[in-house]
Protein backbone atom coordinates (compact mmCIF):
# COMPACT_ATOMS: atom_id res chain seq x y z
CA UNK A 1 0.00 0.00 0.00
CA UNK A 2 1.23 3.14 -1.17
CA UNK A 3 2.28 5.44 2.49
CA UNK A 4 2.14 8.93 0.74
CA UNK A 5 -1.76 9.47 1.89
CA UNK A 6 -1.67 6.75 5.18
CA UNK A 7 -1.70 10.32 7.72
CA UNK A 8 -5.14 10.61 6.05
CA UNK A 9 -6.62 7.73 5.81
CA UNK A 10 -5.93 5.74 9.16
CA UNK A 11 -9.14 7.13 10.56
CA UNK A 12 -9.14 5.00 13.65
CA UNK A 13 -6.42 6.48 15.13
CA UNK A 14 -7.86 9.92 15.72
CA UNK A 15 -10.63 8.32 18.14
CA UNK A 16 -8.13 8.33 21.17
CA UNK A 17 -10.63 8.03 23.97
CA UNK A 18 -11.55 4.61 24.69
CA UNK A 19 -15.21 3.87 25.11
CA UNK A 20 -16.36 1.65 28.08
CA UNK A 21 -16.69 -2.00 28.75
CA UNK A 22 -19.71 -2.75 30.70
CA UNK A 23 -23.00 -1.95 29.58
CA UNK A 24 -21.38 -0.56 26.43
CA UNK A 25 -19.88 -3.44 25.41
CA UNK A 26 -23.05 -5.22 25.14
CA UNK A 27 -25.26 -2.60 22.98
CA UNK A 28 -26.58 -0.83 26.74
CA UNK A 29 -26.10 1.90 29.20
CA UNK A 30 -27.61 0.74 31.77
CA UNK A 31 -25.33 2.18 34.47
CA UNK A 32 -26.62 5.62 32.39
CA UNK A 33 -23.25 6.06 30.81
CA UNK A 34 -23.03 8.87 27.92
CA UNK A 35 -23.40 8.02 24.53
CA UNK A 36 -20.44 7.53 22.94
CA UNK A 37 -19.65 8.33 19.13
CA UNK A 38 -19.53 5.59 16.56
CA UNK A 39 -15.96 6.24 15.67
CA UNK A 40 -14.87 5.48 19.45
CA UNK A 41 -16.92 2.32 19.92
CA UNK A 42 -15.25 0.99 16.43
CA UNK A 43 -11.75 2.33 17.89
CA UNK A 44 -12.37 0.53 20.90
CA UNK A 45 -14.01 -2.76 19.75
CA UNK A 46 -13.01 -3.43 15.96
CA UNK A 47 -9.38 -3.15 16.68
CA UNK A 48 -8.28 -4.75 13.51
CA UNK A 49 -10.58 -2.71 10.98
CA UNK A 50 -10.10 1.03 10.07
CA UNK A 51 -12.29 3.63 9.06
CA UNK A 52 -13.07 4.21 5.63
CA UNK A 53 -12.78 7.86 4.64
CA UNK A 54 -12.17 9.65 1.52
CA UNK A 55 -9.21 10.33 0.41
CA UNK A 56 -8.03 6.51 1.30
CA UNK A 57 -4.86 5.86 -0.71
CA UNK A 58 -4.07 9.01 -1.96
CA UNK A 59 -7.61 9.65 -4.07
CA UNK A 60 -10.48 11.69 -3.49
CA UNK A 61 -13.21 9.68 -5.57
CA UNK A 62 -14.45 6.21 -4.89
CA UNK A 63 -11.84 4.01 -6.65
CA UNK A 64 -10.32 2.20 -4.11
CA UNK A 65 -11.64 -1.48 -4.19
CA UNK A 66 -12.69 -1.39 -0.51
CA UNK A 67 -14.56 1.64 -1.39
CA UNK A 68 -16.06 -0.28 -4.89
CA UNK A 69 -16.94 -3.23 -2.35
CA UNK A 70 -18.55 -1.20 0.31
CA UNK A 71 -20.75 0.72 -1.96
CA UNK A 72 -21.59 -2.92 -4.34
CA UNK A 73 -22.76 -4.32 -1.06
CA UNK A 74 -24.86 -1.52 0.41
CA UNK A 75 -27.16 -1.61 -3.01
CA UNK A 76 -26.97 -5.37 -3.07
CA UNK A 77 -29.10 -5.00 1.10
CA UNK A 78 -31.34 -2.75 0.01
CA UNK A 79 -32.24 -2.97 -3.42
CA UNK A 80 -35.05 -5.38 -2.23
CA UNK A 81 -35.90 -4.23 1.05
CA UNK A 82 -37.99 -0.94 1.88
CA UNK A 83 -35.69 0.46 4.76
CA UNK A 84 -32.60 3.17 2.55
CA UNK A 85 -31.09 4.10 5.89
CA UNK A 86 -28.83 6.38 4.15
CA UNK A 87 -31.25 7.69 2.38
CA UNK A 88 -29.23 7.17 -1.12
CA UNK A 89 -31.03 4.85 -3.40
CA UNK A 90 -33.30 7.33 -5.38
CA UNK A 91 -34.13 3.89 -6.94
CA UNK A 92 -33.71 0.55 -6.22
CA UNK A 93 -31.34 -1.12 -8.65
CA UNK A 94 -32.95 -3.61 -10.75
CA UNK A 95 -29.35 -5.13 -10.97
CA UNK A 96 -26.00 -4.18 -9.36
CA UNK A 97 -22.57 -3.95 -10.93
CA UNK A 98 -19.43 -2.84 -9.54
CA UNK A 99 -18.69 0.84 -9.61
CA UNK A 100 -17.03 3.77 -7.82
CA UNK A 101 -18.64 4.68 -4.84
CA UNK A 102 -20.31 8.12 -4.82
CA UNK A 103 -19.64 11.37 -2.53
CA UNK A 104 -22.79 10.84 -1.44
CA UNK A 105 -21.82 7.21 0.07
CA UNK A 106 -18.84 8.49 1.20
CA UNK A 107 -20.03 11.15 2.90
CA UNK A 108 -22.64 9.56 4.50
CA UNK A 109 -20.11 7.13 6.52
CA UNK A 110 -17.99 10.38 7.25
CA UNK A 111 -21.49 11.39 8.78
CA UNK A 112 -21.87 8.14 10.91
CA UNK A 113 -18.23 8.38 12.48
CA UNK A 114 -19.36 11.39 14.40
CA UNK A 115 -23.49 10.33 15.43
CA UNK A 116 -23.31 8.54 19.00
CA UNK A 117 -24.95 6.03 20.37
CA UNK A 118 -25.78 3.92 23.33
CA UNK A 119 -23.73 1.06 22.35
CA UNK A 120 -22.71 -1.17 19.52
CA UNK A 121 -25.96 -3.12 19.25
CA UNK A 122 -27.90 0.28 17.85
CA UNK A 123 -28.32 0.31 13.71
CA UNK A 124 -26.50 3.07 13.36
CA UNK A 125 -23.31 1.60 14.54
CA UNK A 126 -24.23 -1.83 12.77
CA UNK A 127 -24.75 0.24 9.27
CA UNK A 128 -21.15 2.07 10.03
CA UNK A 129 -19.45 -1.52 11.01
CA UNK A 130 -20.60 -3.15 8.18
CA UNK A 131 -20.39 -0.29 5.15
CA UNK A 132 -17.79 2.24 6.44
CA UNK A 133 -15.08 0.28 7.53
CA UNK A 134 -12.22 -1.83 6.03
CA UNK A 135 -9.32 -4.57 7.60
CA UNK A 136 -6.42 -3.13 8.94
CA UNK A 137 -3.15 -3.98 6.68
CA UNK A 138 -0.37 -4.82 8.02
CA UNK A 139 1.25 -2.05 5.95
CA UNK A 140 -1.64 0.49 7.93
CA UNK A 141 -0.01 -1.10 11.71
CA UNK A 142 3.64 -0.08 10.60
CA UNK A 143 2.48 3.62 10.07
CA UNK A 144 1.14 3.12 13.48
CA UNK A 145 4.09 2.16 14.88
CA UNK A 146 6.03 5.51 12.87
CA UNK A 147 8.00 3.45 10.16
CA UNK A 148 6.64 3.25 7.12
CA UNK A 149 7.05 0.12 4.32
CA UNK A 150 9.77 0.73 2.18
CA UNK A 151 8.34 1.00 -2.04
CA UNK A 152 9.02 -2.35 -3.64
CA UNK A 153 10.36 -0.33 -6.57
CA UNK A 154 12.00 -1.13 -9.48
CA UNK A 155 15.30 -2.49 -8.19
CA UNK A 156 16.65 -3.05 -5.03
CA UNK A 157 19.39 -0.52 -5.17
CA UNK A 158 18.64 2.34 -2.92
CA UNK A 159 20.85 2.34 0.02
CA UNK A 160 17.63 1.82 2.40
CA UNK A 161 16.75 -1.66 0.74
CA UNK A 162 20.47 -2.65 1.03
CA UNK A 163 20.56 -2.13 4.08
CA UNK A 164 16.99 -4.02 4.81
CA UNK A 165 18.76 -6.54 3.04
CA UNK A 166 21.70 -6.77 4.81
CA UNK A 167 19.62 -7.51 8.05
CA UNK A 168 17.75 -10.36 7.17
CA UNK A 169 20.78 -12.10 5.54
CA UNK A 170 22.35 -11.26 9.12
CA UNK A 171 19.64 -12.69 11.01
CA UNK A 172 19.32 -16.04 8.59
CA UNK A 173 23.08 -16.51 8.75
CA UNK A 174 24.72 -19.92 8.48
CA UNK A 175 21.35 -21.37 7.61
CA UNK A 176 20.80 -23.80 4.88
CA UNK A 177 19.55 -22.97 1.50
CA UNK A 178 15.76 -21.87 1.73
CA UNK A 179 15.79 -22.48 5.31
CA UNK A 180 15.44 -18.28 6.25
CA UNK A 181 13.04 -17.10 7.45
CA UNK A 182 10.88 -16.55 4.54
CA UNK A 183 13.13 -19.42 2.56
CA UNK A 184 14.73 -17.54 -0.09
CA UNK A 185 17.92 -18.36 -0.31
CA UNK A 186 19.82 -19.66 -3.09
CA UNK A 187 23.12 -20.41 -0.83
CA UNK A 188 24.30 -20.09 2.76
CA UNK A 189 24.83 -16.78 3.97
CA UNK A 190 28.29 -16.80 5.62
CA UNK A 191 30.94 -14.61 7.04
CA UNK A 192 31.28 -10.88 7.01
CA UNK A 193 28.07 -9.63 5.26
CA UNK A 194 27.93 -5.97 3.90
CA UNK A 195 25.19 -3.46 2.95
CA UNK A 196 26.18 -3.43 -0.32
CA UNK A 197 24.60 -5.78 -2.35
CA UNK A 198 21.03 -4.64 -3.99
CA UNK A 199 17.93 -6.45 -2.46
CA UNK A 200 16.65 -9.22 -4.97
CA UNK A 201 13.53 -8.61 -6.35
CA UNK A 202 12.23 -11.60 -4.24
CA UNK A 203 12.86 -10.37 -1.31
CA UNK A 204 11.04 -6.77 -1.80
CA UNK A 205 8.39 -8.99 -3.68
CA UNK A 206 7.49 -10.64 -0.26
CA UNK A 207 8.19 -7.73 1.44
CA UNK A 208 5.31 -6.01 -0.13
CA UNK A 209 2.82 -9.36 -0.09
CA UNK A 210 3.39 -9.44 3.48
CA UNK A 211 2.42 -5.50 3.85
CA UNK A 212 -0.45 -6.38 2.18
CA UNK A 213 -1.67 -8.84 4.66
CA UNK A 214 -5.23 -7.82 6.48
CA UNK A 215 -6.86 -8.81 9.23
CA UNK A 216 -4.03 -9.03 11.57
CA UNK A 217 -3.18 -7.26 15.13
CA UNK A 218 0.88 -6.66 15.90
CA UNK A 219 1.21 -9.91 17.25
CA UNK A 220 0.96 -11.29 13.47
CA UNK A 221 4.15 -13.00 12.42
CA UNK A 222 3.23 -10.89 9.05
CA UNK A 223 3.53 -7.65 10.78
CA UNK A 224 6.41 -8.31 13.09
CA UNK A 225 8.68 -9.26 9.87
CA UNK A 226 7.65 -6.30 7.76
CA UNK A 227 8.68 -4.30 10.70
CA UNK A 228 11.80 -5.43 11.14
CA UNK A 229 13.03 -6.29 7.18
CA UNK A 230 10.94 -4.10 4.91
CA UNK A 231 10.40 -0.50 6.67
CA UNK A 232 12.14 2.26 7.34
CA UNK A 233 11.61 5.45 9.94
CA UNK A 234 8.63 7.50 8.82
CA UNK A 235 10.20 10.51 6.83
CA UNK A 236 8.45 14.08 6.64
CA UNK A 237 5.73 15.12 4.59
CA UNK A 238 4.31 11.98 3.78
Request: glycine share 6%.
Amino acid sequence: MDFLSNKALLGLAGAVTTAGVGAAAVGGSIFGEDPKTIRTLLWAHQPKKRLLLKGYKGVQDGSPQEWKDAWKQYRIDHRDSKKDPLGLLKSKPVSVTEENATDGFMSACASLFDEKVSGIKSERYQLADKYCTRFASVSDLVWESNYQVLSKGDNGDSQDWKNLWKKYREDNKDREQQKDEWKLSSQKWTGNIEATESAPDNFRTKCETESQVKNVDKNSPSYLMVLKYCSIPQKPNQ
